[in-house]
DNA sequence: CAATCCAGAATCATCGATTATGCGCGAAAG
DNA sequence: CTTTCGCGCATAATCGATGATTCTGGATTG
């Protein structure tokens, strides 16, 4: 066995069901967060509660200021594009990696994640649709033996998902044929090459539409 | 004012001391952390000490397991690998940027830092050689307005810093000429092809030195 | 009218004690 | 002789209470 079980500590449980409000914006961002409320919601004292933020910190989707206490990172234009530049460079370096090192686990796990996100309707079940897209696209770094990359990679589209959520940008833009698929494809067919330039230029073309769209979110308000 | 002087936690102190204790290998990779003596040492009770430990599993400079408290993160050559690799593709993206939108502040603290590090002997004061040589490399990226892209090069070269003092690769290999100074003059003259390139030369031949040094270490054990 | 100051309230940070869990070791069983 | 079991200890995790700090809003002053 890999895992022997442990039982899990209340501020891991807290932990996950901290980061979930987060992701999907039921903590909205920026929002300060008051630790007597929080306390009381998850039925449990303090210190399991601070040690939660704290780890979320490393995630860059809480921030902490010395006797100010907790809060949700803001988003901002500035952010979604840092997010998006560094998801180019090593979303696409890790997928390459990937590619060559990958094992038959990972190819399919990449047709499953590719079928549930294509079974899924962006429309009816966003939430469904978003946590599918974000798990295609960790399948397809899934493949590297550089466990930082992996994470890195994860944790940045983890950040992603808030704009998709707060600009109501659910579902590929209308791109047309599957951009999804062409990606999986190429991957599993080990064309490296292929794979790289079809990632990256739909991480380009994601990047126009969320920042488009969350500029417009600013400027209504 | 751009601070407003808050004073400081018990928690962000810890947090501090214990981060420059695992810099310097004081406490060293993979070391179990006994809560109870570290509680003692600092002269403080557990929540801010098990807060600061939270705090530092964002760097990766500790490990978290349910039930079974912190550890130091473990070396090794696999990791070293991965912090190398990601500060080849990062910080020369980042040096790039900076390049290209560095201030005149920017163009003078590096080579504030450049002289800094000059006047610091390796075999003399080899943290303090050390501590300058983080900083030049900080230095040169700072020009860059991605603040997610400063961060997490700062991460990798902290993470870099306990494979130099394990072992004991403190100074340029003997690279002959200075290397810094030409990355940091290239910069300054804003030849952004010139100064990446010679990032990436000196950070090849320091992944080269430090995987052939911790290889040897890790035999000789 | 604007800026400053000062309670009092709200909130954060820390503590010491308590509870829960995992670990080591020796005894018992096979 | 090896494995398993269970007890007791070391340690981690959590709690409730207390001490500090910041925030708020209204009175005061220039």
Redesign the pocket.
């Known amino acids: 066995m890999t895992a022997?079980a442990?039982?899990e500590?209340?501020?891991?449980r807290v932990l996950a069901d901290l980061r979930s409000a987060i992701l999907r914006n039921e903590l909205p961002p920026g929002a300060?967060?008051?630790?007597?409320h929080l306390r009381e919601r998850f039925d449990?004292?303090?210190?399991?509660l601070?040690?939660a933020l704290a780890r979320l910190t490393a995630d860059g989707l809480v921030l902490?200021?010395?006797?100010?206490?907790?809060r949700v990172s803001p988003v901002s234009a500035a952010e979604l594009d840092d997010i998006l530049e560094m998801r180019a460079i090593l979303e696409v370096a890790a997928l390459c990696e990937a590619v060559r090192h990958g094992t038959m686990d990972w190819e399919s796990n990449i047709i499953r994640a590719l079928h549930r996100l294509g079974r899924t309707s962006p429309t009816n079940d966003a939430d469904q649709w978003l946590t599918s897209h974000d798990a295609f696209h960790n399948a397809l770094i899934a493949g590297t033996p550089r466990m930082m990359l992996r994470r890195t990679c994860a944790g940045l589209i983890d950040l992603s998902r808030r704009y998709r959520v707060l600009t109501g940008l659910v579902g590929d833009g209308g791109d047309g044929a599957d951009v999804h698929e062409g990606i999986a494809m190429a991957a599993v067919r080990r064309d490296a090459e292929e794979a790289a330039q079809r990632l990256a230029s739909h991480l380009a073309a994601e990047r126009t539409l969320l920042t488009r769209s969350f500029a417009r979110l600013s400027n209504d308000r």
């Open positions: 022997p442990r039982k500590t209340i501020s891991s300060k967060i008051n630790l007597d449990t004292s303090i210190s399991p601070r040690e902490f200021e010395d006797q100010r206490g907790f």
